[in-house]
């Protein structure tokens, strides 16, 4: 067996499309609008499609919490964002915000503390 069977690269490219993991679900997206009403400041932040998830968007409010859900294509998440009139951005452009990266730090050392 070669480098590109033990990796099923091969099969992978028969199908000619990524094999995503799950498909983007109503749930995701009654998590992302549940999560902006119920707190301030929050700003949508599009992921693109990768070979093992569909699009995804993060969720980060003022504070830097943050969730992340799939939302099967850019175009959804925009629309949600513009009814909830909360701003959305590409992540590939502007990055992550710094409050996220800190809020997620806070709480792994929170979370190895014993808690």
């Known amino acids: 067996m070669g480098w590109?069977?033990?990796?099923?690269l091969r099969k992978?490219?028969?199908?000619?499309r990524a094999r995503f993991d799950r498909a983007a679900e109503d749930s995701d997206l009654t998590a992302l609008r549940d999560f902006a009403r119920s707190r301030t400041g929050v700003e949508f932040f599009v992921e693109p499609e990768t070979f093992a998830t569909a699009t995804t968007a993060?969720?980060?409010a003022a504070n830097g919490e943050w969730i992340r859900r799939r939302v099967g294509s850019p175009d959804v998440i925009?629309?949600?964002?513009?009814?909830?009139r909360a701003p959305v951005y590409d992540v590939l452009v502007v990055?992550?915000?710094?409050?996220?990266r800190d809020w997620t730090a806070r709480?792994?050392?929170g979370l190895?503390?014993?808690?």
């Open 4 to 8: 590109r069977d033990r990796f099923g």
């Open 12 to 16: 992978a490219r028969r199908t000619g």
């Open 58 to 60: 993060v969720a980060v």
């Open 78 to 84: 925009r629309k949600v964002a513009r009814s909830l």
């Open 95 to 100: 990055g992550y915000p710094q409050r996220m």
């Open 107 to 109: 709480n792994k050392r």
């Open 112 to 115: 190895s503390l014993g808690d």
